[in-house]
């Protein structure tokens, strides 16, 4: 089955800074990325997603890259604020395999004021 | 207003017992899904539903049962079997093309 890394697991940045987290997964037919972000004790809200026929996702601060030749895609968050601090979980999801998300283990992300 | 409701917020379960999440949409997706998540971890598929009155196991659905005889229902019984049920339970659903999933607000199951 699908087999989803994340790096780091933790990320400290100062606020205004950029933040990357990246993500490898193991199935190159796995065809659809999305990005969560959870605070603590609430459900996984999405940020972000892409597709495999895409290559770069940009909404506001937050964009998305993805590699299928190496299989790995990046959250890219810029000019962090306080509220981005969170946990941020990536996914990867086969359409054929009933679509089902396979998650990474999470990077909580902390930004300094 | 359309979404995912998950009850109860917090749910207590004593040794040998069955105890049932409850997971219901009203946003007509067709597939729905159940996740565990342990503290400070992602989360992992217990068992996941593509059309009424049928579901495929996931990664970890030993100790696990569930059933989808409508299609804005998809009950989670975690039972006796499942030693170790302390974790944050989470209901997803999706429309029929598939993505993206969007989650209820969960259920925190312990044990007394």
């Known amino acids: 089955g699908e087999n989803v890394e994340q790096h780091p697991s933790t990320l400290s940045v100062q606020e205004g800074d950029s933040a990357v987290i990246k993500c490898t997964y193991s199935?190159?037919?796995?065809?659809?990325f999305p990005w969560y972000k959870q605070e603590l004790g609430k459900r996984p809200q999405l940020i972000i997603d892409?597709?495999?026929?895409?290559g770069e996702k940009k909404d506001q601060r937050i964009a998305v890259t993805l590699n299928k030749t190496a299989k790995h895609f990046s959250l890219h968050i810029t000019e962090t604020q306080p509220e981005d601090s969170a946990v941020y979980f990536c996914?990867?999801?086969?359409?054929?395999?009933?679509?089902?998300?396979?998650f990474g283990g999470g990077t909580r992300v902390l930004v300094k004021p | 207003d359309g979404g995912i409701t998950q009850s109860p917020k917090y749910l207590f379960r004593k040794e040998g017992q069955n105890v049932t999440l409850s997971c219901e949409q009203n946003?007509?997706?067709?597939?729905m899904y159940w996740y565990r998540q342990d503290p400070g971890q992602g989360l992992r598929l217990i068992y996941y539903?593509?059309?009424?009155?049928?579901?495929q196991k996931g990664d970890i659905a030993e100790g696990y049962s569930v059933s989808r005889e409508k299609k804005e229902s998809f009950p989670l019984t975690v039972t006796s079997a499942q030693k170790n049920p302390t974790a944050f339970y989470l209901c997803a659903s999706t429309p029929a093309h598939g993505q993206p999933q969007h989650f209820g607000d969960g259920t925190r199951l312990s044990i007394l």
């Open positions: 539903s593509q059309i009424v009155n049928d579901f």
């Open positions: 892409i597709r495999s026929n895409v």
């Open positions: 946003l007509n997706h067709d597939a």
């Open positions: 199935d190159s037919a796995s065809n659809y």
């Open positions: 996914a990867a999801s086969l359409r054929a395999a009933g679509n089902k998300l396979t």
